[in-house]
């Protein structure tokens, strides 16, 4: 009699099984790639680029469509993925001359008294790696292995930042192995580590974040994939990491971890929309506040714990992996100091009903608030729109309000017809410019980055 009321049970609702974790805390995997589009991916909507093992992550797991970055540039947006926190709050929306991102021999970093995901981990057990494009300092005291990860293989920042006095490194833990780096193996060298580090580690939980160099410009894929893609070499890198996915996940299949790993791929920010990158359908590019340059594609794969094909339209963000990894491990979230992201496990696990305990989200370029999401609704706020990506223009932008439900493309501008929801969308504007501050006005919110009087002398040749 039990067991036919679970069979019926089961009938009524097929993805009950998938809600049960396991006791057992999952091995993670977070794949993040650089400057990859929204539309670059073939479950994304791509026709040029062949993505196979990335589509058939999405089709045995969960594609997320409303799922975003912080800012449209590297190091911010990795500062967020590692803090949990907006870039204004732990100070790493500027460099220290008030650039885009850090550069080679930068003074200034990742603070060491941030909590990353991966001290969480480690804390809680967990075997930690980073393997690829790191770029939140390159000063010996911002380096991966000051913030969690027992190693550490890559490049400090991104490929196209080698200089005459400083050639583009590879690293190992804290040391320079090869300056200048040949960057069409490296995709490659990089899938051989993680493979050695996933078969080292299978006894035990691990964390293997893996950063590829792709595709950020110039492009460089790897011999055996040149001239394969449809999409000329932009294509070609894409494939290429396709392939390498695809060498993980039989890695897992082989090792019998697929049933207990968590793997998520997902990008730095939006593409340039040169040399075949595509964010369609939406508006803009990599370097914009608009959907095109911070919203990118999301996918994660648990067999067995999340259902296939599911998908998920509520609003999420990388902000939200320090506590939803968290709670997923067992770990501890950080008590002395604020943390942005939201615990989204419900939404990961693709739980029935589930929805986000995501009210807002806040775009941010350099020092500017120019945008802010309520559920569907977006406003663009006025801002100069010099920092608008690479426009080059010197007006001020217009309030805008977007219902990116049925407008994701931004073009119909529809604040005169909805005058409250703009005033509930500028209110939480005003809160967000108190806590983390806009333009010059700090923010009572705001924490110091950390910060070195001499760069590094490893890096300079």
Known sequence: MKLLLALLLLVQSPCSLFAVQSSTPPNIILIYMDDLGYGDLGCFGSTKNRTPNLDRMAAEGIRFTDFYVTSGVCTPSRASLMTGCYPRRVNLHVDENDKWVLFPAARKGLNPKETTIAEILKTA?????????????????????????????????????????????????????????????????????????????????????????????????????????ANGKYGDWIEEVDAATGELLKTLKDLKLEKNTLVIFTSDNGSNGRNGGSNAPLKGTKGSTHEGGMRVPCLMRWPGTIPPGAICSQLASTLDFLPTLTALAGGALPQERKIDGLNITDLVLAKEGAQTPRSSLFYYHTTQLQAVRSGKWKLVLPHDVRFDGWSGKKEDSPLELYDLSTDPSENSNVAAKYPAVVEQLRKLAHEARKDLGDGPQKGTGQRPAGWVDQASPRLLR
Not at 154 to 164: A, C, F, L, T, V
Not at 177 to 193: F, G, W
């Open 125 to 229: 057990g967990y075997a930690t790696t980073c393997i690829g494009k790191w770029h939140l300092g390159d000063h010996p005291d911002f380096l991966p292995t000051r913030h969690g990860f027992d190693s550490y293989f890559g490049i400090p920042y991104s490929n196209d930042m080698g200089r005459k006095n400083i050639p583009l490194p590879l690293m190992r833990d804290e040391e320079v192995i090869e300056a200048p780096v040949k960057q069409a193996p490296l995709t490659r060298r990089y899938t051989d580590e993680a493979i050695s580090f996933i078969t080292k580690n299978k006894e035990r939980p691990f964390f293997l974040y893996l950063p590829h160099t792709c595709v950020h410009l110039p492009l460089f894929p790897g011999e055996g994939f040149q001239g394969k893609s």
